[in-house]
């Protein structure tokens, strides 16, 4: 019942923010949709003109030889055209209604970023890339503390049963960060896809790392069990974004529910475990569950640059210093616990029994 009182203030607060997805003040402003529209047939708004946009009304390129003129490059152009077109336009329109003091409105789904050197979201953009340095630090730290300053079995593998799970979750947040970092450059539908679909991937993944780690599921066809029903569901998800509906208010539901069920596992965990770093655990799973506040508490750029969203990849920054330094403590925590079970005094040293030698 008590969960009750949580859940539907949740579901408020999310189906205001796929109402606001749906449809955006800015794009729906007649003013702004006809000087798209006619800046789309003479390629200039006032006395801009942009060079994307030299192509007459049957889609045949004006100038430029006959291998410029192929298909995917006449959309390249066409994309810039529009993305050109909808940007000045936005801002032509955002100066006139700073004028009566009217704040800023959302254009397409997006607030009206400032762009720096043709990139959409700077702040983001930068964002995601500390973002993705981070994974690499804290992978490239994990790695070493575990093949090089961590005991080793004879066969050379480390004694930390989760490693290659933590090593998969690497390189999915590396990915995710990087798709991150060009989508926020460069919004278009392709990069919008990788973005969103890597972004998915990370969550379901993360969430069946969350489930494996927290009920210390070690054996193998137990692991399969648990997460072939979540692969499963991630795979169907992103099949359908790409290939169905990019759905943006469904899409927000599944990661928002997604996300919600791995920092409660963390949580609860955190709350139940004598694990030496549990203080870690709670410090992201707390810090991360405010972040996502801001996800949904959406507000507009601070000069044009710095909204929630962006802000919300600036708190990720630390968490995820923090968190790759959790999973290196569980790894040193578990290899000298499973070290200490197998030393045994023999005279004035010490022998260690390998795993396979107690079966
Ligand atoms: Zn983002």
């Not at 990370?202 to 137990?222: C, H, K, P, Q």
Request: proline content about 4%; some cysteine.
């Amino acid at each position: 019942m008590i969960m009750h009182r949580y859940w539907i203030p949740l579901f408020a607060v999310l189906s205001c923010l796929v109402a606001t997805l749906d449809a955006s003040v800015g794009d729906s402003d007649p003013l702004y949709r006809a000087c798209v529209g006619q800046c789309e047939k003479t390629g200039c708004v006032g006395e801009r003109c942009f060079p994307h946009c030299k192509f007459s009304s049957d889609g045949v390129s004006i100038d430029g030889p006959w291998y410029m003129q192929e298909p995917l490059y006449m959309r390249w152009k066409q994309w810039d055209c529009q993305s050109d077109c909808r940007y000045n336009c936005m801002v032509e329109r955002e100066n006139q209604r700073e004028a009566p003091g009217d704040g800023p409105v959302k254009y397409h789904g997006k607030w009206p970023f400032k762009r720096v050197y043709g990139i959409q979201e700077p702040a983001s953009v930068v964002f995601s890339a500390l973002n993705l340095a981070m994974h690499f630090h804290g992978w490239l730290s994990f790695f070493i503390l575990l093949y090089y300053k961590l005991p080793l079995k004879q066969d050379k593998k480390g004694y930390y049963e989760f490693a290659t799970l933590w090593h998969i979750y690497g390189l999915f947040s590396l990915n995710s960060w990087f798709w991150s970092a060009v989508f926020h450059s460069r919004d278009v539908d392709l990069t919008e896809k990788l973005d969103y679909s890597s972004a998915v991937a990370l969550l379901g993944y993360s969430l069946i790392l969350a489930i494996l780690r927290s009920f210390n599921v070690r054996d193998e066809a137990a692991r399969v069990m648990v997460s072939a029903p979540l692969l499963a569901f991630v795979t169907t998800h992103i099949l359908y974004l790409n290939f169905y509906k990019l759905d943006y208010g469904w899409n927000m539901k599944v990661c928002v529910l997604m996300a919600v069920a791995q920092l409660l596992i963390w949580g609860i965990w955190a709350g139940v475990t004598r694990h030496p770093s549990r203080l870690k655990l709670w410090v992201v799973v707390f810090v991360g569950g405010l972040a996502m506040l801001l996800e949904i508490y959406d507000f507009p750029p601070i000069y044009g640059y710095l909204d929630a969203h962006a802000l919300w990849h600036a708190m990720t920054i630390p968490l995820t210093y923090i968190w790759w330094s959790f999973i290196g403590d569980d790894a040193k925590f578990q290899t000298t616990n499973l070290v200490k079970k197998f030393e045994i005094p023999f005279g004035q040293k010490t022998i260690t029994l390998q795993r396979w030698d107690c079966k």
